[in-house]
């Protein structure tokens, strides 16, 4: 059974720094393009960063562009998403995706709050 597990998220004052995790079972991590994406209340989900299977493309979203880093740790098939210099405007459930040819699978999502 594949499973995605997003953790890390919480409250944190402006300023702050958050590291977000996507740890797998069923399935390697390193084998897929993985996502993070985020969706504030009554707006759309959006993807902010990815990284491809050999980690020789990384791309972020211009809102987190400079502030937030995407890696992986292979031998905990983890990849994570390293959150610094938070807004309050980057308050949204935080979702990381897992792509391989067409077929994508999901996490649950953690919620990242910025505020004071």
């Known amino acids: 059974q594949v499973q995605l597990v997003e953790s890390g998220g919480g409250l944190v004052q402006p300023g702050g720094s958050l590291r977000l995790s996507c740890t797998a079972s069923g399935l390697t991590l390193e084998y897929y393009t993985i996502g993070w994406f985020r969706q504030a209340p009554g707006k759309e989900r959006e993807g902010i960063s990815c990284i491809n299977s050999g980690d020789t493309s990384i791309f972020y979203a211009d809102s987190v562009k400079g502030r937030f880093t995407i890696s992986r740790d292979n031998a905990k098939n983890t990849v994570y998403l390293q959150m610094d210099s938070l807004k309050p405007e980057d308050t949204a459930v935080y979702y990381c995706?897992?792509?391989?040819?067409?077929?994508?699978?999901w996490g649950q999502g953690t919620q990242v709050t910025v505020s004071s």
């Open positions: 995706a897992a792509t391989i040819l067409q077929i994508r699978f």
